[in-house]
């Protein structure tokens, strides 16, 4: 499961804070940079063994890449791929023996459109939407003891999880 993220507004804010003469004409900008993230996904009661009720946490820096392209209507299309790097996870700090470090890989595409509506005052309005596909892999400590499960070992050396999606929203800019 993936929640809302802030870097998600990223393509609006681009095209929202273009100068007007740069939106008179088809602009197209690469952008890069690091993104502070945090990602957990949370097991209910109905999980299977060792899952129940638990939550994986992972706090990384995350590269993006990203492309924008802005048409002299103030259309705009998005398209942005971020990756984990080298992160760590939480979900089996309670195991025997302890893994020194539980591996994370999460890689994220998404790809974003949306329009610009400049007011004369110089404020905008924005309309945008997209779809996001990510594919997360969680390392399992192997042989493990689960704590509280009468014994039972963790059976598997990775759990991966695919999710997608599609997103809609407004957003304003003021001068």
């Not at 008179?24 to 690091?34: E, M």
């Not at 899952?51 to 994986?56: C, F, L, R």
């Not at 023996?97 to 400049?118: C, M, N, S």
């Not at 003891?145 to 929203?169: H, L």
């Amino acid at each position: 499961m993936r929640s809302f993220k802030s870097w998600m507004l990223l393509a609006a804010a681009i095209a929202g804070f273009s100068s007007l003469s740069a939106q008179a004409q088809h602009t197209v900008r690469p952008y890069a940079g690091l993104a502070l993230t945090q990602y957990s996904i949370k097991f209910d009661n109905n999980a299977f063994v060792g899952y129940q009720n638990k939550t994986a946490k992972s706090d990384y820096l995350a590269p993006t890449v990203g492309l924008t392209w802005v048409t002299p209507a103030r259309v705009f299309v998005d398209a942005q791929y971020q990756w984990s790097g080298s992160a760590t996870h939480d979900l089996w700090k309670d195991v025997t023996p302890t893994p020194a470090d539980q591996d994370f890989e999460r890689k994220t595409f998404t790809l974003t459109g949306g329009y610009v509506h400049v007011f004369p005052s110089g404020n905008s309005i924005s309309g945008f939407g997209g779809y996001t596909q990510g594919d997360s892999t969680l390392a399992a400590p192997r042989g493990a003891t689960i704590p509280n499960s009468g014994g039972a070992t963790i059976g598997w050396s990775e759990d991966r999880f695919k999710s997608r999606g599609i997103f809609f929203g407004v957003g304003g800019g003021f001068p």
